[in-house]
């Protein structure tokens, strides 16, 4: 019975790794790929389409990275309109970059920017967070955008910029 139980965690921590190591979140026709440190969780908020945590040394909470669909053509808004909304939910003008990547012959616009974050839900009350960034990506789909949105802490950001910026294109990438 030992030996049997032995084999069957064995068996479990073994597809564990091999599913994290395949992690995929679908969005409006899209597979993004999921490594480490992220791992998709229900999705409870209003308009998302997935949500990603990420675990960082240092915070109590893990920061989510929340796609965002709204399908038909021009749905939720073009991509400056965005990208003036996002630097809007800052108290003051941020610190801010915008760029667009090639990710296997798309175009994925990415902004950054660091300020005093307004945070809180869509419709609700904001609370104000000193030397927080914001990084956000509208990747394109067929018919309209998935806006992806990550905010948090700046260090914290910075630890995980890089892996957001290759989980934002890995649609596209082979």
Same mark, same amino acid.
């Given at each position: 019975? *030992? ?11 073994? $597809? ?18 999921? !490594? ?24 109590? *909470?893990?920061? !989510? ?33 915008? !760029?667009?990547? #090639? ?40 018919? $309209? ?9 700046? #260090? ?5 910029? !890089?892996?957001?910026? *290759? ?6 990438? *082979?």
């Amino acid at each position: 019975m *030992k030996h049997l139980l032995t084999t069957l965690l064995a068996a479990f921590a073994l $597809s564990t790794a091999v599913h994290a190591q395949d992690a995929k979140l679908e969005v409006a026709g899209l597979t993004f790929k999921i !490594e480490a440190p992220w791992a998709s969780v229900e999705s409870t908020g209003m308009f998302r389409a997935g949500t990603l945590n990420a675990k960082v040394e240092g915070l109590e *909470k893990p920061l !989510e990275a929340i796609f965002y669909h709204f399908p038909g053509p021009g749905g939720g808004g073009g991509v400056q309109a965005n990208v003036d909304r996002w630097l809007g939910q800052f108290a003051t003008k941020p610190e801010s970059k915008t !760029e667009e990547i #090639d990710a296997g012959g798309k175009k994925i616009t990415l902004v950054t920017a660091t300020g005093t974050y307004n945070d809180g839900p869509p419709m609700g009350a904001k609370t104000p967070r000193d030397n927080y960034t914001l990084i956000a990506a509208i990747v394109p789909t067929e018919d $309209s955008n998935i806006f992806i949105k990550l905010a948090g802490p700046k #260090d914290a950001i910075a630890k995980l910029a !890089e892996g957001f910026k *290759k989980m934002a294109g890995s649609p596209f990438v *082979k």
